[in-house]
């Protein structure tokens, strides 16, 4: 927990259930008091099982957070949980992160001139319950991009091209593959605060 200015009401922090760097500097510039409890879940298994009984692609990203929240939920009696997750689809194919640079690359170069939707959700849960939730869209626009500019921007970005969907940070060099973009800048970067701050004031955790 960092931060002095506060506008969390609860009687304990937080506890943010996911290893997000972003989404913790999001929470914590917002004035909410924030302790992070990382998940241990099967992400690929639960989207396997989501999209077998026929859930969309974008809902995987409900799905995981779900998830994520519930399995955290029960070593923090009492406590308010929030998780989130994210979903990229392109014409109906879902995205994930790249493992490393070549197949950043390569998932760079699949979307390259065309659109695709990030899928942002959250859940909150209390002793093993859920009690909150919300997800929000947002549609971008890759331009077209050369296989020279492709590598150059792989290996410029570096790491950060294999931290999130999609292969890009909007935040950094990744603004430099786009040619538009529609929707909310929370929840291209992961959580969709406007919606988790409505629901947090509809519980009265916050003024």
Known sequence: MTGQATFWRGDTPLVLASGSATRLQLLEAGGLQVEVIKPVVDERAIEAEYLAMGGPP?????????????????????????????????????????????????????????????????????????????????????????????????????????????????????????EAIEGDHFTILGLPMLGLLATLRALDLIP
């Open 58 to 178: 974008a809902g995987v990203a409900a799905a995981l957070a779900e998830a994520k929240a519930l399995s955290v939920s029960p070593v923090a009696p009492g406590r308010i949980v929030l998780s989130a997750d994210q979903m990229l689809t392109c014409e109906g194919r879902p995205f994930h992160k790249p493992d490393d640079a070549s197949a950043a690359h390569r998932q760079i170069a699949a979307l390259a001139g065309r659109q695709h939707e990030l899928t942002s959700a959250f859940v909150l849960a209390r002793d093993g319950n859920v009690i909150g939730r919300g997800a929000s869209s947002a549609t971008l626009a890759m331009r077209p991009l050369t296989q020279n500019f492709i590598e150059q921007y792989v290996a410029q970005a570096g790491r950060a091209a294999t931290m999130s969907v999609g292969g890009y940070q909007l935040e950094g060099l990744g603004i430099h593959l786009f």
